[in-house]
């Protein structure tokens, strides 16, 4: 076991808020362990800010690879008092910047996941993404792109549409390209979307 950084070493990678304090190599595996600093923070109820802490709590999360290794980040925050008394909500968790509410994979690792996946079925990526450094199973990538959210733009004079196989060619999906700026989007994959549109 390798620790690459020892303690209280200031990074502003993961929000103003947030420090790595240790990072530990372990073969192909590498763990962040980042803390956060006490501060003021929104109810997510009431929007009231508040500095009372509570307690900390703590999370454990995929984060995009380094050189090929898989990496974890061990996430220490806090648990804040909202003091505004007509809320009905008095102990909240503080929201990290960097990954959604209930996500066990960061906003960074899910677009890297997502562009690995644009063109390739979800079984295939799965197994190429494990190359990378990333464990995710097929079913969880669907599960991303079934997450996704299309927004139409009424501005797109031209595109392009292309099938694309999938599945060895045993399966095919459509792409539809912005022609103006490049864009493409996943119109169907695996015979289960009917997003259509190109921003
Ligand atoms: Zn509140």
Do not use: W
Request: hydrophobic share 30%.
């Amino acid at each position: 076991m390798t620790e690459l950084i020892g303690d209280n070493i200031d990074d502003t990678e993961y929000g103003k808020y947030f420090f790595i304090y240790k990072r530990v190599e372990h073969g192909n595996k590498i763990v962040i362990y980042l803390k956060s600093k006490p501060h003021e923070t929104p109810c997510p109820v009431c929007g009231v800010a508040t500095r009372k802490l509570a307690a900390t709590y703590h999370r454990v999360m995929q984060e995009t690879p380094y050189c090929n290794k898989n990496v974890t980040l061990d996430i220490t925050a806090y648990k804040y008092y909202c003091l505004n008394p007509k809320c009905k909500r008095n102990v909240f968790c503080e929201r990290l910047p960097f990954a959604g509410k209930n996500q066990v994979r960061t906003k960074e690792l899910c677009k890297f996941i997502l562009l690995n996946s644009l063109n390739t079925s979800n079984n295939q990526s799965s197994i190429n993404l494990s190359y990378l450094g990333v464990k995710i199973g097929r079913e969880a990538i669907q599960k991303m792109y079934d997450r996704l959210h299309f927004k139409d733009d009424p501005n797109i004079k031209s595109i392009g549409v292309d099938d694309i196989s999938v599945k060895k060619g045993s399966k095919y999906a459509t792409m539809v390209y912005n022609l103006k700026t490049g864009n493409q989007r996943l119109c169907s994959k695996d015979g289960t979307e009917n997003h259509l549109d190109v921003g």
